[in-house]
């Protein structure tokens, strides 16, 4: 993928190819995105504003966009560059809860944390597309730290487990879809994690007494064993 910047400081710090007079602005428009998450902006000053609203953060961006003559295409790279040092940060933090992932209550600490980037996410599009719009595509935006592949698999595995069973968090199939894409992990891959993840999570509600039998699991459950006995649909 693009060689992007991994870390905000060197961003803000205007000696830089990106157009620094909308990457501050930009990062901190984004972090309304992931509350309390970004301390690298803390020396830059207090944010723009108490509430964000998306019309109003679009036109404060627009008008810096104008105001610089920034291209559109310099805009959507300085937003692929800021973004991708953002999301650095909030997985590397998601990743730190996985330590106390065989805990009582472990995996919804990490699925909530996965939530946060997942939230930011689709904040960051949303001021993408208001900002830049749809006439620039840039690639991607895909977890390019330091995180060995198994830490990635290991947070993907938490998050299916949660969204097979919508046992945790704002989980679900549609998210987790989201979630591969940005971890960067390969669609067979993620099959297969999912559908581990699915069945441990049935063997530890049925331990738990949760199953008396499918009624007790509801419909959900009987669908599930049906797609997992090669039963749901043509694959």
Request: glycine share 12%; hydrophobic share 45%; charged share 20%.
């Amino acid at each position: 993928g693009p060689d992007r910047a991994s870390a905000l400081p060197p961003l803000l710090a205007g000696d830089t190819a990106h157009p620094a007079a909308l990457a501050l602005p930009l990062a901190q428009y984004l972090s309304y995105g992931a509350p309390g998450r970004f301390r690298d902006l803390d020396p830059f000053g207090p944010l723009p504003v108490d509430k964000y609203v998306l019309d109003d953060a679009v036109a404060a961006l627009t008008g810096t966009v104008d105001a610089a003559a920034i291209s559109p295409a310099d805009a959507a790279e300085t937003f692929a560059n800021v973004a991708n040092a953002m999301v650095i940060t909030i997985v590397e933090l998601a990743s730190l809860t996985l330590v106390d992932l065989k805990k009582e209550g472990g995996p919804a600490v990490t699925v909530r944390a996965l939530d946060v980037v997942i939230d930011f996410m689709e904040h960051a599009a949303g001021l993408f597309l208001g900002v830049v719009g749809e006439g620039v595509t840039i690639e991607p935006v895909v977890y390019s730290g330091a995180l060995a592949k198994g830490k990635l698999e290991q947070l993907f595995s938490t998050y299916a487990e949660a969204a097979a069973l919508s046992s945790a968090g704002k989980a679900d199939m549609g998210r987790l879809d989201d979630l591969l894409h940005l971890l960067g992990i390969k669609e067979k891959k993620a099959e297969g994690i999912t559908q581990k993840a699915t069945m441990k999570g049935l063997m530890n509600m049925m331990q738990e007494g949760g199953a008396d039998g499918e009624g007790g699991m509801g419909p959900e459950f009987a669908e599930m064993m049906k797609e997992m006995a090669g039963g749901g649909g043509e694959g």
